[in-house]
């Protein structure tokens, strides 16, 4: 397994799994919609992408994926990334791959000079929460996070 960069190639395998993933966080599976998201995000240079690639031919080949979108800390007057979505496709798990999806990210969050990486997750997403931990990624205890639905 190789993890790597986005390609124009992975378009169909990478909104397969990003169907997956939004399925997975109790969204309605909508496979267009993941195609159009991801090709807009990709096309634009809005997100970094990173796949873990088995090496496959077939239609399995890509075992998840990671995306990263550049923001900023005003605090730190820094860039980071925030870690939105990462994701091992279901017959990939317990084989290191997310592991080696968030080593990729931060080794990459380092070369484009990132001060941090942030990421939120579901509260019940212990065994993410587990692999976040013992990587080095440190709960926040300090801030709570708040959205706001703009209709």
Known sequence: MEVRQYAARDLDAVARLFNDYR????QPSNLPLATQFIAQRTQANESVLLVADTGDTGDHALAGFCQLYPSFCSVEAA???VLYDLFVAESARRAGVAKHL????AARAKRDGKVRMDLTTAKTNLKAQALYESLGWKRDEVFYTYNLTIA
Not at 23 to 26: I, K, N, Q, T
Not at 102 to 105: D, E, I, S
């Open 79 to 81: 860039p980071i990334y």
């Open 23 to 26: 399925v997975f966080y109790e």
């Open 102 to 105: 968030l080593q990729a990210a």
